[in-house]
């Protein structure tokens, strides 16, 4: 070693131990307590007589991770151990035939309690990453192998920033239920206290101390990798199974983090101790089973109060006390107390079924290693937090199950749905006519996991953010506080509602997630009566049949839901309340038809936009013939998306999205058609690279890979311009202009057994098929097995003038009904 570099270790020395050492031509001592710790300059090494230790090299000075040694030694000392309860460099067995050795090992009463694997500042990164689990398991194997060691640490001394850096490893519960070294290491949740607490804390107490607001981490790609994988390593080691009740248990303990960031650091007490920071975190060495889970339930009970408007049943210590300590000893109520905790509560945190003591203690491990998963990492962002929302993703596709009529909305298709609306040209209008309210309404009113309400929130605060600010005094406040409040403007003008109580929670979640988190989220039925109680205390409560309130209606709604119209008898739905109710019967299972017509109660007239999935079927089905009728008379088309059969998982049944104005108008207009390539080319290799994306066929792994957004970027701003009432100059693949009139096939005489649909050619007029056959491909190109076989052709047989001569298509006879025969 250069003796300029270890002069510059000296240096530091003397910074940090200003008052306690002294130095000569030869040594530099640190005197610490009446322990010497001696710095030979000569021979570049280091003593501290008396001290303990297995092997000589813990005390070369060519090593620099020992300058780290030294650091700890000394700083030890101060704190209060002796040197006879340090050992160094001890040895250890590792397997069968290995060994090691652990640089500094804390005894009491002559037994370890407190191991450190001391490394350099450039090296220590690779011994705390997962990625070298290899040097990380060698920590894991002096915690194996001695059950009295309470706490194992990697340690390092920055001596630019003058530092320390603690990695802390504290597996009490793990080692446990561990069987093995890599069991213990599969066990542990891959989180690193960071807490210098052996110098914090006083002699041998090693009690972690609270994690303090300031101290959460963000979450980072790796991050969000490492909570979705651990998470579903801690339901695998315990034998969890049910996935989809442990996605709800998840969600409960979200809840409460979000509300424990919100209200950050506070004072509290844990059995008769007092401390300052954040409650949602295991506080280990002072929490037990109950007073951990007591902390977590009140966060959630609060939680679910503020965000949800839901009151659930449960009791603090402050209440069951004043009961239990009332003189006139209120019986009663202690009865219902009990009553109600007994048969009217659920508890939020069962991650498995509790019965008894070892149940509950069984179900306190599980939800210990969860929260101590994600105690270290903020939640709650005021934007929209890409990796987070990847997190929330991964556990939605994989361990939500989805019931009966529920098809989650992939984000390429939200994406498209939300940037082909003029929401940015509607801002604007407000602004220019100085509107009280500048944001558009929009509502969601099948909300589901909040796919739409999130891409709503983030398009409007991302313009918001790049937007010049002027107009008048009012106009000029209020977009000053959209760029420093972000979402602020959400709680008024972005609404969910959601039927499903898990679903609703999980929106309300998911825009915390993914952002601010106010917009307004009911969990009711999202076709009950405006007067219901689900409605209660919102802007969607009166007594009339329409609230034509909102801007914007973006939904993929339930569709094909057996025995739905029960309920709607149970909540005194008539025909007064949904015309179409009269299409219906008690077999009927088309939900979609009346959410449809719930569209039309909640736009505004003439200006309200809706954007809804629909199944395929709506548009020639004769069960659909009064909905067709009612969307023509109501609203004014303004684009229709198809796509295939593989658009949704879980489900074979090909969607089409219909971009509607709600306005009173013609059958006489212009509007655009975005065809699906599967059924053009019967291929699911076009369709899913149309999409964007396609599902794993592994439930095991992400429940989707999306490859691309260019549904939104290609498509979106031919429906926006549209909207915009003018038309695109150039028009993408599978995208094309069609006259309504042109389309619609209305009362045909009877016995006519083929569909003539007519296509418009570019440049030229509707052709029949007969001639188009002719003109596009020659009859001498068509097999003769073929022509007589083609008794109609559809649309989508048609790309960029081509016929497609695929499957034989069959006529059918038409009934004198309505049909949009688009494909």
């Known amino acids: 070693m250069e003796i300029s570099k270890l002069e510059s270790y000296l240096l530091v020395f003397k910074e940090i131990f200003s008052d306690n050492f002294f130095e000569n031509e030869e040594k530099f001592v640190i005197k610490i307590k009446n322990e010497e710790i001696i710095i030979d300059k000569i021979t570049k090494r280091w003593s501290l007589k008396g001290v303990k230790f297995d092997h000589q090299r813990i005390f070369s000075l060519e090593l620099t991770e020992n300058f780290s040694v030294i650091v700890l030694i000394a700083k030890l000392l101060q704190k209060g151990y002796k040197k006879q309860e340090l050992y160094l460099e001890k ?21 370890p309690v407190y191991v450190f694997e ?43 920033s003058k530092t320390d850096l603690f990695f802390n490893f504290v597996t009490k519960d793990q080692k446990i239920s561990a069987n093995s070294i890599d069991e213990l290491f599969e066990n542990w949740n891959k989180n690193r206290d960071t807490t210098p607490f052996i110098l914090k804390n006083q002699k041998f107490d090693f009690k972690t101390r609270p994690i303090q607001f300031e101290e959460l981490k963000k979450i980072d790609y790796n991050a969000s990798k490492l909570i979705f994988q651990q998470f579903l390593t801690i339901l695998r080691q315990h034998s969890v199974s049910d996935k989809s009740n442990a996605f709800d248990k998840m969600i409960n303990l979200l809840i409460a983090k979000v509300c424990d960031e919100i209200q950050e650091n506070r004072n509290f007490s844990v059995n008769f101790q007092d401390f300052s920071g954040l409650k949602f975190q295991y506080i280990e060495g002072i929490d037990d089973d109950i007073s951990f889970l007591k902390r977590i339930n009140d966060l959630y009970r609060v939680g679910m ?29 202690i009865k219902e107390i009990f009553d109600n905790l007994r048969l009217k509560k659920n508890n939020a945190f069962w991650f498995i079924e509790v019965f008894d003591d070892q149940s509950f203690h069984q179900n306190n491990l599980i ?50 749905m939300v940037k082909s609306l003029p929401i940015q040209e509607k801002i604007e209008q407000n602004i220019i006519n100085s509107k009280a309210e500048i944001v558009p309404k929009m509502i969601d009113y099948a909300s589901g996991s909040g796919h739409f309400l999130i891409s709503y929130m983030d398009y409007v605060q ?7 600010i002027k107009g008048t005094k009012d106009i000029k406040n209020k977009l000053e506080a959209y760029k420093n409040y972000p979402f602020s403007w959400a709680r008024d003008s972005v609404f969910g509602i959601e039927k499903d109580y898990r679903l609703a929670k999980t929106t309300k979640i998911a825009t915390f997630l993914n952002g601010d988190g106010w917009a307004t989220i009911v969990n009711g039925d999202g076709i009950n009566k405006f007067s219901s109680d689900d409605y209660k205390g919102t802007i969607l409560d009166t007594k009339s049949k329409k609230n034509e309130i909102f801007d914007f209606v973006i939904a993929n709604p339930p569709y094909s839901v057996s025995g739905f119209l029960k309920n709607i008898g149970n909540n005194n739905i008539d025909e007064s309340d949904f015309t179409l109710l009269k299409s219906l019967n008690q077999n009927s299972s088309e939900i979609e038809v009346l959410f449809v017509e719930r569209m039309e109660h909640l736009l505004k007239s003439e200006t309200g936009i809706g954007a809804i999935v629909l199944p395929r079927s709506i548009l020639t089905s004769s069960k659909y013939e009064k909905l067709r009728k009612f969307i023509l008379k109501s609203f004014k088309i303004i684009a229709l998306f198809e796509s295939g059969d593989i658009t949704f998982s879980g489900t074979t049944t090909s969607p089409i999205i219909l971009f509607l104005q709600k306005m009173k108008t013609k059958s006489d207009y212009d509007f655009l058609v975005i065809n699906s390539p599967k059924i053009i080319f019967q291929s699911n290799e076009k369709e899913k690279e149309f999409l964007g994306y396609q599902f794993s066929s592994n439930r095991n792994k992400l429940g989707i890979e999306i490859k691309h957004y260019n549904l939104a970027e290609k498509y979106s701003p031919l429906v926006r311009e549209f909207f915009l009432n003018s038309k695109p100059k150039k028009l993408e693949n599978y995208a094309f202009t069609v006259n309504i009139s042109k389309i619609l096939i209305k009362n045909w005489e009877k016995n006519i057994t083929t569909i003539v649909p007519r296509y418009k050619k570019p440049g030229d007029d509707f052709i029949q098929l007969g001639k188009l056959i002719d003109e596009i491909n020659p009859k001498n190109q068509i097999p003769e097995s073929k022509k007589d076989k083609i008794h109609y052709l559809e649309i989508s047989d048609l790309e960029k003038g081509l016929i497609k001569i695929k499957n034989e298509k069959i006529g059918k006879k038409i009934k004198k009904t309505q049909k949009i025969a688009v494909n």
């Open 118 to 160: 001391v490394k350099d500042i450039l090296q220590i990164n690779n011994f705390v990453s997962c990625k070298f689990s290899n040097k990380t398991k060698q920590l894991f194997s002096y915690l194996w192998q001695d059950k009295n060691i309470k706490v194992a640490s990697f340690y390092s001394f920055n001596f630019l």
């Open 462 to 468: 991302k313009y918001f953010n790049s937007l010049e």
């Open 305 to 333: 109060n503020e965000y949800m408007r839901k009151q659930i049943i449960d009791y603090d210590d402050k209440t069951i006390d004043f009961y239990l300590d009332d003189e006139s000893r209120n019986y009663s109520k």
């Open 367 to 416: 939800l210990k290693q969860v929260v101590k998963l994600i105690q270290v990492y903020k939640f709650k962002y005021n934007n929209k937090h890409q990796f987070l929302g990847d997190f929330f993703e991964e556990l939605l596709n994989t361990s939500l199950k989805q019931e009966q009529g529920q098809f989650f909305t992939p984000l390429p298709l939200v994406e498209f």
């Open 91 to 111: 040895s250890w067995k590792l397997g069968h035939n290995n060994s090691g050795y652990a640089d500094v090992v804390v005894l009491k009463n002559g037994l």
